[in-house]
């Protein structure tokens, strides 16, 4: 959980870096789950070191909280589990305009030709350029 922590606060994310991490992180639960059900505990290092003492009882409860931890990680966050992620938004200068959704084309076509968004991507990615306060300004829509 400090991990996922960390990476939600650690930098100034775009949705879709929330996206990834909480996606990820649901899905490391789901692979926790199903390992610590068939004792398998590489993991979780901290019940690796207890195997010897681990009763049944104690690895159904461990399961059990893995479990309930993904379900309420799914429901907390599922509006950005739903968030559809569009190729335009993770590479806007190599998407055909025409492949952007119609109302959107318009502002699409301004940021492709814009000469300092590009820049932008190029020196720091997605997040360099979509989290310029000018951004929403000139295209409110994107």
Known sequence: MNEINLQ????ILTLVDTKQINVSFIEKLNLFYHNISRNEFYNLPGLALLTNE?????IDVYATHLKMLKEE???RFQ????LKIETWMI???ETSVTD???????EMVELQKDITSPMNFKRGGTEEMW???IVPVKYPKL
Do not use: A, S
């Open 54 to 58: 681990l009763l049944p009882e104690d």
């Open 79 to 82: 509006d950005v589990i739903n």
């Open 100 to 106: 952007v959704q119609v109302d959107l084309q318009e």
């Open 73 to 75: 990680m799914t429901t």
């Open 131 to 133: 989290l310029q306060r």
């Open 91 to 93: 590479h806007p200068f």
């Open 8 to 11: 939600l606060q650690g930098k």
